[in-house]
């Protein structure tokens, strides 16, 4: 069956002090992995997408990377701002739907 | 703005009602897909439309039922509520499957059903 676990469930950090959030995953075989941001009550917001090992990309404080059995999240200098959950989701062939892992809640505390 | 409307925004209603929630999707959006958002179970998917016709199916109820209108807008049918129905529904959108960059799914800002 096809997983995604993400650690930590929770991560407070204060102001600046970087950290990263993982996302490991179990599956037959993948075609994309997704990073969404998701704020109380309101719809996942696309962050990045990452197709193959070794693959990087940054916004802003964030940077995604990915290899063959997970995917890190980084974030760099962080600001209450970036307080968010943040959700990784797999893709296992085109046009099907996403797998979802349950997502790190992140604190900022200025 | 993900550009995907959902409506309402919010919905209470009591067990045994039927209710319609409604998703225009992106345009030139060919694919809807239909999550729920518990508090304990995270984003789980229901179903799947690709351009008017059903194209996955996940956890849904058989009380529940979905369609995707020529126009492309798709409209999600709870019956049957009960209080365990109770969530977020998230509408997302992609457009098609011809390449990667087209696969990012978009999501719409939910409707958040309280079933008393």
Redesign the interface.
Known sequence: EDQVTQSPEALRLQEGESSSLNCSYTVSGL??L?W?RQDP??????LF?L?SAGEEKEKERLKATLTKKESFLHITAPKPEDSATY?C?V?IS??????????TRLSVIA | D?G?TQTPKHLITATGQRVTLRCSPRSGDL?V?WYQQSLDQ??Q?LI?Y?NGEE??K?NILERFSAQQFPDLHSELNLSSLELGDSA?Y?CAS?E??AG??Q????????T?LLVL
Do not use: M
Not at chain 2, 103 to 110: A, K
């Open positions: 075609r994309g997704f969404y009550g309101k719809g996942p917001e696309f997408t197709y959700l989701a893709l085109g046009n099907t739907p996403l797998v979802f892992g349950k997502g | 993900s995907v694919s897909y995270g984003l998917f799947q690709y194209r996955a996940g977020l998230f992609s098609n499957p990667k960059d696969e990012t799914q978009y999501f719409g800002p939910g958040r």
